[in-house]
């Protein structure tokens, strides 16, 4: 008797499709093809140390940080992939100063753009932590016989039409969302296959982690002092102390939250006075993920998903995760 019981991420995608009525497949064949990049990406990432890829690219990205050569890679990869896919006329990513727009070939006409952090927590990468792919889907607003423009990539967050992000850990796993829940597929490696292992992935109201760098401590603001305080208090009703965890991999730390419950912080610091994190491809993409799943993420004042993004690479504070808990830091930060 066969045992085949997998819905694969392509099953799923086109099941998907059918939800909407005038959906005409495009977005489902752009996300077939991030699925594919994906793992091109995995694959690198579980051989190296084997072959010439860890390590310094020699170049920095447009933030002046040192580039990894699987930033690189990766970045590569998104890129020809998205091209091919036909569906998506335009790519924004940390690794490239200015908007990559796809002129040449029938990817023009694409409706879709796609802004990107192909390699997230790259620094660790030498070390053999866990790293992540980020990524956001937006319809262009710009004409379809037209080129895209940078206005295509600076929407809210709200008009994300899918986002995900790609968790290459002891597993690879690809988390997203279409605006309807989020699922989450567990890469098999035996025969090369996204498979459906996380359907309809909610996030506890509260939980007992929190998740900051807290080498900065001296410069937080007075408000997340206080929280994390809070945090470590004696308290045996509410589990308190927490425990402090923090990877360093912002998917690996949200992702590890986003099941288990707990708080993610990335406050203003002397280092980053606005964050380290960046809006249009970190924050967005995370956010949508947890509000779909249930959770909050904010900068302090604002729902990150509300935020209008000026530039590309605009940084911003995030705190996200467990309703319960987003709201108790809101309160302290005043
Ligand atoms: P990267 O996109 O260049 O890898 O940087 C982003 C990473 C996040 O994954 C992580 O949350 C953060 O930087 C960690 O920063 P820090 O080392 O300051 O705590
Ligand atoms: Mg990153």
Known sequence: MS???????????????KDFPYARGELSSLLHHIGTAAKMVNAKIRRAGLVEIIGNSGEENPQGEQQQK???????????????SGECCGFAS??????????????????YVVCMDPLDGSSNIDYNVSVGSIFSIYRRISERESEAGIGDFLQEGDKQVAAGYVIYGSSAMLVYSTGN???????????????LSHPNMSTPSSGNIYSINEGNYIRFPEGVKKYIKYCQEHDPDTGRPYSSRYIGSLVSDVHRNLLKGGIFLYPPSVSYPNG??????????????????????????????????ESLHQRCPLYCGSTEMTERLEKMLG
């Open 3 to 17: 045992s085949y019981n997998i819905t694969s991420l392509n099953d799923f995608i086109i099941r998907k499709q």
């Open 70 to 84: 699987l930033d690189r890679y990766a970045d590569e990869v998104f890129i020809d992939a998205l091209e091919a």
């Open 94 to 111: 940390e690794e490239n100063q200015r908007e990559v727009i796809f002129t040449e070939t029938f990817a023009s006409k694409g409706k």
């Open 181 to 195: 829940g989020v699922n989450g597929f567990t890469l098999d490696p035996t025969i090369g296959e996204f498979c």
């Open 276 to 309: 380290k994190l960046r809006l249009v491809y970190e924050c967005n993409p995370i956010s949508f993920i947890i509000e779909q799943a249930g959770g909050r993420a904010f900068d302090g004042n604002r729902r990150i998903l509300s935020i209008t993004p």
